[in-house]
């Protein structure tokens, strides 16, 4: 079975740092991309940054540009999510995700690209 494990939400003060990570089993990992996906309450999920894991290409949202990075350790099959000068707005359940399909090229991320799910961290930023 595929699993991806999230962990490493927590509460941050406005311009401080969050490292989140992603373990994943029970793939091929480096045929895959993998994404991070956030929700805040009332919104819909949205693509925050994504990484082919074959040749490390990358997209981000825009408004994350610049302050978050996505990064994978291929021996250790974890993905991370450096975030950075973090706003309130940043303040989401983050979920990781995977596909078989690489979606690094394109100007924006669907939810329903992704084929496997991990469950949600809960990231806080308070002002």
């Known amino acids: 079975d595929v699993q991806l494990q999230a962990s490493g939400g927590g509460l941050a003060q406005v311009g401080g740092s969050l490292r989140l990570s992603c373990a994943a089993s029970?793939?091929?990992?480096?045929?895959?991309?993998f994404c991070w996906f956030r929700q805040a309450p009332g919104k819909e999920r949205e693509g925050v940054s994504c990484i082919n894991s074959g040749d490390g290409d990358t997209y981000y949202l825009d408004s994350v540009k610049g302050r978050f990075t996505i990064s994978i350790d291929n021996a250790k099959k974890t993905i991370y999510l450096q975030m950075n000068s973090v706003k309130p707005e940043d303040t989401a359940v983050y979920y990781c995700?995977?596909?078989?399909?690489?979606?690094?090229?394109?100007?924006?991320?669907?939810?329903?690209?992704?084929?496997?799910w991990g469950q949600g961290t809960q990231v806080t930023v308070s002002s």
């Open positions: 029970g793939l091929l990992f480096n045929d895959y991309g």
């Open positions: 995700a995977s596909s078989i399909g690489v979606y690094t090229k394109g100007t924006m991320l669907m939810p329903k690209w992704m084929d496997y």
